[in-house]
């Protein structure tokens, strides 16, 4: 059996930058996924994430990208995209680190035969722990996408009879003594 990835990606403390692990703990929270996916909250971790991404045979990564297009704007992008620069502008320091995990697992012979990044076009990443209302907005659209790209690789996420809370831990308001 395949063994498939979801990997949300980015900082949780620049507001929109925190869009990709938002959503994998949402899709946490709400699925029950069979045994041979994982999900993976890569945050900024780069060039660390290559053994998180070993053995893998597919991949699919949510994350913010640098391209034209409104805020909410979506992307998608396939694994030859990120060797051969049809990815935009980095727009953070975490995605040179991805193209490099996905550079080096493939000279380690351990890259996913099929990787897919949905990317986001962000519209506010300074400090700040929510999303702004317009990737806030989109996360159900990305959430059917993901689950599309599963359905494509023969996964079927099982909806929770009761969806857990998703413990978005960055976006809680602190209480005072």
């Not at 080096?104 to 519209?123: F, S």
């Amino acid at each position: 059996m395949e063994k498939i990835g979801v990997m949300g990606v980015g900082n949780v403390l620049l507001r929109d930058e925190g869009f990709g692990v938002k959503l994998l703990y949402i899709l946490k929270a709400k699925y029950d996924f069979p045994e041979n996916v994982v999900l993976i909250d890569g945050g900024t971790a780069g060039i660390f994430l290559s053994p998180e991404i070993d053995y893998l045979d597919r991949l699919v990564i949510v994350d913010v990208v640098k391209a034209e297009g409104e805020p909410g704007s979506v992307r998608i992008y396939e694994k030859e995209d990120f060797f051969i620069d049809r990815l935009p502008l980095k727009l953070s320091p975490h995605q040179l680190g991805l193209q490099e995990v996905l550079l080096l697992n493939e000279l380690k012979g351990t890259c996913p035969k099929e990787v897919k990044l949905i990317g986001i076009v962000p519209k506010a990443v300074e400090t700040g722990t929510g999303l702004t209302p317009e990737l806030e907005a989109k996360l159900p659209e990305v959430e059917e996408l993901v689950l599309k790209v599963l359905r494509e690789w023969g996964v079927e996420p099982k909806l929770k009879e009761r969806p857990e809370d998703p413990q978005i831990w960055w976006e809680k308001k602190v209480k005072e003594a």
